[in-house]
């Protein structure tokens, strides 16, 4: 780990040359990530990820995450399979196997798949991603736990479970959409927003 300090009078600039150094992933706190006007991150945020070719790990309401540094911390994870959600599944692993903490992982069905073949596939798919979480927290040493909803709005049945007090935190993964910048999606910008509880969103 190397702890970096920009001594600078512009640091946006200096964080946008400090993250073309090659690193894998870059970790950032703050207090208000998106910007209120437009649906893009704030400065300088917005530089990092423009500057940045990695995942970016941003910790929103960090303030809120009371646990002492060395308390097990119980980890969800929402999961749709996809490549951005395993990114996250892997490094929420890693944090709660440090912390010798537990992992829930979180598939929501949606309803609207409403005949028999389209149900009978995306069930066969959501518990598919639940046993890969469980093989790969039995390879970490990390207990897993698949837990699964229906909902026709998946980001409100997540938002929901999240606020239930049952997590320290939650680890969402999602993958920016790209234009003249980077910039989260609607439904990443909503969950932001409104979750309120200590959150580690894994973009890239």
Known sequence: MQLLQARTADAEDALAKEATKGYSIAFVGIAGPT???????????????????????IVINGGRFQLSLDAPIDILV?????????????????????SRGTLSV??????????????GRARRLGMSVLVGARRLGRRS?????????????????????ARSGRYDLVVLGTALRRGEAK??????????????????LIVR
């Open 78 to 98: 929402p999961t749709d399979g996809g490549p951005d959600a395993r990114l996250a599944t892997e490094i929420a692993l890693a944090l709660a196997g440090a």
């Open 106 to 119: 979180l598939h929501v069905f949606d309803p609207r798949d409403d005949t028999l073949l389209l149900r």
């Open 35 to 57: 910007a209120s006007s437009a649906p893009r991150f704030e400065e300088p945020l917005h530089g990092l990820a423009a500057a940045f070719d990695g995942p970016i790990g």
């Open 183 to 200: 910039f989260p999606g609607p439904r990443t910008l909503a969950m932001i927003q409104s979750l309120g509880v200590p959150l580690l």
């Open 141 to 161: 040493g990390v207990p897993v736990k698949g837990v699964t909803a229906i909902h026709s709005q998946p980001e409100s049945e997540i938002g929901r479970i």
